[in-house]
């Protein structure tokens, strides 16, 4: 079965004023509000920054009191980021393996098995080809993805006691092949794969050959469409909501209507609208990719020349409107459009009417 959820982090409304401190429990509401089944937290501190399990049953009892389904996540996996993630080792008292124990630990005890966990960033402090941590100058990738397997190996007796999943992202920095790939060899009783749509595009796949690819690890997701257009450097990615993009949603969806899994809707925050560049021209990127086909590349240019096409016709928005500041209310319609798409899609696919995709509580969507 599939559901229509919302990623906690671009939820701007459900934010307090600082967004900090809002508990768990408001964003669950805000989401039912809206109509969706549930919410991804990027961590499992949102429910409780301590690990404090009374305050995490009372986070999943306010989502089973709703019909809202919790997932979350815990820290990053590749030990040459976790010095990013300094909260994360001071929950271990300066172990981060242990750190990572506990919060396995506590998640799966009031219930939560899917967890989220990604390899590494995306530093826009800086741009160009050095921004991805895939293309670090003091370690190289392969030595990074090394490490994170070992790391892996250490997590997955863990993860085997507590029933639970790690779910790796196909975040902006990792391929498909190279997830997929790591899932199978440590092994997936213990991992799986959080796919997202949008960021395969950056890695220059093309999203309905790689959720086939990844198609039998998925166990969660992060959704949203993507624009692309070509510039000197290669490609831009943007993000579009569901259905606004180059993704073709009925053949994206056709391997994932038989899991039991949560579409997670990631929204927009960023003024950049989730700028990002696929530079195809610089022989270091080409060399970086040994796996990528040149019938999906090609098939990645093809998805640029006819959004732009559509672009220059109107149809869709252009780059210079993508470009323009966020609207007021933009990173909720985001999210609003998105999952009346998708439930539309899903409807036609599973021939189910739309209005019994909906939650049942009272939602605009």
């Known amino acids: 079965m599939l559901r229509v959820g919302v990623d906690s982090t671009k939820l701007a409304d459900a934010k307090s004023a600082d967004g900090q401190g809002e508990p768990a429990r408001r964003f669950v509401e805000r989401s039912a509000q809206l109509g969706l089944d549930g919410v991804f937290f990027r961590s499992i501190l949102e429910l409780s920054p301590t690990l404090d399990r009374g305050e995490i049953r009372d986070a999943m009892q306010a989502a089973r009191d709703l019909g809202q389904r919790i997932e979350a996540g815990v820290g990053k996996v590749n030990p040459f980021a ?25 998640a799966a005890s009031e219930g939560i098995h899917e967890l989220w966990t990604a390899t590494a960033n995306y530093q826009f402090r800086l741009s160009g080809l050095y921004a991805c941590d895939r293309f670090r100058t003091d370690v190289a990738w392969d030595e990074q993805l090394a490490a994170t397997e070992k790391f892996l190996r250490k997590l997955a007796p863990i993860l085997r006691d507590a029933g639970a999943h790690l779910n790796l992202e196909t975040h902006e920095e990792i391929t498909t092949f190279e997830v997929v790939r790591l899932v199978e060899e440590v092994g997936p009783d213990v991992l799986g794969i959080t796919f997202d749509s949008a960021n395969v595009l950056v890695r220059c796949e093309d999203p309905v050959a790689a959720v086939r ?64 560049s696929l530079q195809l021209f610089d022989e270091r990127w080409q060399a970086a990719h040994p796996d990528l086909s040149l019938s999906e590349a090609l098939e990645v240019v093809r998805l640029t020349s006819d959004y732009e096409a559509r672009a220059a ?16 209310d933009e990173s909720l319609e985001f999210i609003e459009r998105s999952a009346r798409s998708l439930r539309e899609i899903i409807a036609r696919l599973t021939q189910v009417p739309t209005a019994s995709l909906r939650n049942s509580a009272d939602g605009v969507i």
């Open 213 to 276: 690819r990844a198609a039998p690890y998925i166990r969660s997701s992060h959704i949203r469409d993507a624009a692309l257009f070509l510039r000197p450097e290669g490609i831009a990615r943007l993000l579009r909501p569901v259905g606004e993009g180059v993704i073709d949603w009925e053949l994206f969806l056709e391997p994932l209507l038989e899991h039991d899994l949560m579409l997670s809707i990631e929204g927009i925050v960023e003024s950049t609208r989730g700028e990002m």
């Open 82 to 106: 976790t010095p990013e993630a300094p909260a994360v080792r001071a929950l271990g008292d300066g172990d981060y393996l242990l750190a990572m124990r506990r919060m396995i630990e506590a």
């Open 313 to 328: 016709s109107g149809e869709v928005l252009g780059w210079d409107q993508l470009h323009e500041p966020l609207g007021e």
